[in-house]
């Protein structure tokens, strides 16, 4: 059973930074498809962020492109979302997602794909 754990989230000014982290203990991550979604107050969860099981395949929410990079860390069994010049509308909790799965692109941003879930990691954008 997998288990994922997310951390890093906080409260930054608008224009900041911060670097949320997804880990997992006693199965490597090359294993899975990782997403990254976020659901604000009385909205619905979107797609933030996908990288396939090699990373070398990422994608992107237009709303994010430019701003967020995905990575992945394997010494440390970590899936890393950079997340830059961080604005008020990014505000939400933050959920990484698995699933075993092919990696099949644009899709992979549907979170009816996933089969695990972190318990999510609040993120705060505000003056």
């Known amino acids: 059973q997998l288990q994922l754990v997310e951390s890093g989230g906080g409260l930054v000014q608008p224009g900041g930074s911060l670097r949320l982290s997804c880990t997992a203990s006693g199965v490597p991550l090359d294993y899975f498809v990782i997403g990254w979604f976020r659901q604000a107050p009385g909205k619905e969860r979107e797609g933030v962020s996908t990288?396939?099981?090699?990373?070398?395949?990422?994608y992107y929410a237009e709303s994010v492109t430019g701003r967020f990079t995905i990575s992945r860390d394997r010494a440390n069994n970590t899936v890393v979302l950079t997340m830059n010049n961080l604005k008020p509308e990014d505000t939400a909790v933050y959920y990484c997602?698995?699933?075993?799965?092919?990696?099949?692109?644009?899709?992979?941003?549907?979170?009816?794909?996933?089969?695990?879930w972190g318990q999510g990691t609040q993120v705060t954008v505000s003056p």
């Open positions: 997602a698995a699933h075993r799965g092919p990696f099949t692109g644009t899709p992979e941003l549907r979170d009816d794909r996933y089969y695990y």
């Open positions: 990288i396939s099981h090699s990373g070398l395949t990422d």
